[in-house]
T-cell receptor, first 116, second 110 residues
Framework: DSGVTQTPKHLITATGQRVTLRCSPR?????VYWYQQSLDQGLQFLIQ???????AKGNILERFSAQQFPDLHSELNLSSLELGDSALYFC???????????????FGSGTQLSVL | AQRVTQPEKLLSVFKGAPVELKCNYSYSGSPELFWYVQYSRQRLQLLLRHISRESIKGFTADLNKGETSFHLKKPFAQEEDSAMYYCALGGSSNTGKLIFGQGTTLQVKP
């Protein structure tokens, strides 16, 4: 158990809908990262938050947004869902904001999103 | 731009055979390299990182800056090594994000 908690584990919804994925980082970790894993794209970095502030942005669509709350949990909001958004969404956390010293990421077990 | 290339999507070997999973990276700064493993669509787990120069479950990886490579090796593969392996690149002082390669599925046959 990495200590990173993601809910829900599975989500089935229809095209055009909006969903919210939730992530609680490990105790003491200030950074939260969101990744999308799909068969054709592999593991894609979406966005990082550090202590409530956006720190880095990757290949995140405009229909997607995220935030980190004062208690450090994070939510990823996906709207106007399309079939192609079906994927496994991982959250990860780390203590600091950067990789200095080889700081590693701890991953949650993911949310499997199916858009029908 | 940061980029990680894992040229093999699938590597299939017999139990007891040596294994080498290739990873090449592109990065203008000072890289931090990692190998993560994912068993049967479970969460990703850190296998090893170059800065620790460690050997985990018999796996080792050496950072070769001249060849910009961080290949993962194990002298004798075991069936329980079957999994998806991701090479990942970090190194920016501004962000802790890791850029992952496409992953290599290692299949160890009995």
């Amino acid at each position: 158990d990495s200590g990173v908690t993601q809910t829900p584990k599975h989500l089935i919804t229809a095209t055009g809908q909006r969903v919210t994925l939730r992530c609680s980082p490990r105790s003491g970790d200030l950074s939260v990262y969101w990744y999308q894993q799909s068969l054709d794209q592999g593991l894609q970095f979406l966005i990082q938050y550090y202590n409530g502030e956006e720190r880095a942005k990757g290949n995140i669509l405009e229909r997607f947004s995220a935030q980190q709350f004062p208690d450090l949990h994070s939510e990823l909001n996906l709207s106007s869902l399309e079939l192609g958004d079906s994927a496994l969404y991982f959250c990860a956390s780390s203590r600091n904001s950067n990789n200095d010293g080889g700081e590693k990421l701890f991953f949650g077990s993911g949310t499997q999103l199916s858009v029908l | 731009a940061q980029r990680v290339t894992q040229p093999e999507k699938l590597l299939s070997v017999f139990k007891g055979a040596p294994v080498e999973l290739k990873c090449n990276y592109s990065y203008s700064g000072s890289p931090e390299l990692f190998w993560y493993v994912q068993y049967s669509r479970q969460r990703l787990q850190l296998l090893l990182r170059h800065i620790s120069r460690e050997s985990i479950k018999g796996f080792t990886a050496d950072l070769n800056k001249g060849e910009t490579s961080f290949h993962l090796k194990k002298p004798f593969a075991q069936e329980e090594d079957s999994a998806m392996y991701y090479c990942a690149l970090g190194g920016s002082s501004n962000t802790g994000k890791l850029i992952f390669g496409q992953g290599t599925t290692l299949q160890v046959k009995p």
